[in-house]
């Protein structure tokens, strides 16, 4: 790895959490844990059916507590202790898998199972419980709580802070993820125009493989701590 490379940006999807037992977001067969996203991920679904929008988050959260993170979430964790230069590591996932392993520099853009949004004046909070739908707000008093999630329609978290990452980014690596959901699938053009190295590791060729300038295929428990390694020498 070019020794040139100061500053790195590391984009996670569902692929690196597969790996400790979670459900990637959408399966083979369109479905996330059984639901069709539009029916749990959406604005329109939690106005439409709150009970099982809120039961299934809960359900998600409580599968936390069953897996731990693996040797790519560890790997990465100790690329965050070490590097010396800036390094973001921006989530796909709402688990807490990189909190787990010890990262630091770390934005979850999708929001957070273990947490819960106010609808009312935005105040979040941590949340390790079932969360009813008719819970208050810490904060306001509003019974407006609801699941910290980024639901399909909404603005993810940080992208101001994201883009400043990927513009000053020497190095760009995209780790399990599917290359099909915007704005995160657009990163690497972001990052290759701001003329940082693009690396791709995942298990299968994404739907943005052909931006990358590089591609490695495999399981992110051998690829990351490899490529960590490398990073490191």
């Known amino acids: 790895m070019n020794h040139d490379i100061q500053n790195i940006v590391?984009?996670?999807g569902?692929?690196?959490s597969a790996e400790s037992g979670l459900a990637t977001f959408r399966g083979p067969d369109g479905l996330w844990e059984g639901h069709r996203v539009e029916d749990v991920c959406t604005p329109e679904a939690l106005a439409r059916d709150p009970v099982l929008v809120y039961r299934f988050y809960d359900e998600r959260r409580a599968k936390l507590a069953e897996v731990q993170p693996n040797a790519a979430h560890q790997a990465l964790a100790a690329l965050?202790?070490?590097w010396p230069g800036e390094?973001?590591?921006v989530t796909q996932n709402v688990d807490d898998l990189h909190e787990r392993?010890?990262?630091?520099?770390?934005?979850?853009?999708h929001g957070e199972l273990k947490s819960a949004l106010c609808a009312a004046c935005g105040k979040a909070r941590a949340w390790a419980d079932p969360l009813p739908p008719a819970s208050p707000c810490d904060g306001c008093?509003?019974?407006?709580?609801?699941?910290d999630i980024v639901f399909f329609g909404e603005m993810p978290y940080e992208?101001?802070?994201i883009d400043a990452a990927l513009r000053d980014a020497d190095l760009f690596v995209s780790i399990g993820t599917s290359g099909a959901v915007y704005p995160a699938a657009g990163f690497v053009q972001t990052a290759r125009y701001a003329g940082a190295r693009t690396l791709e590791l995942n298990l299968d060729p994404s739907a943005g493989s052909v931006y990358f300038e590089e591609s490695r295929l495999g399981p992110a428990s051998l690829l990351v701590p490899a490529l960590v390694e490398e990073l490191l020498a």
Request: charged letters at 20%; hydrophobic letters at 60%.
């Open 101 to 109: 392993a010890g990262a630091k520099r770390l934005i979850h853009m």
């Open 141 to 147: 008093g509003r019974v407006a709580l609801r699941p």
């Open 159 to 161: 992208m101001d802070a």
């Open 87 to 89: 390094l973001l590591i």
């Open 10 to 12: 590391i984009l996670t």
């Open 14 to 16: 569902a692929g690196i």
């Open 80 to 82: 965050d202790a070490a």
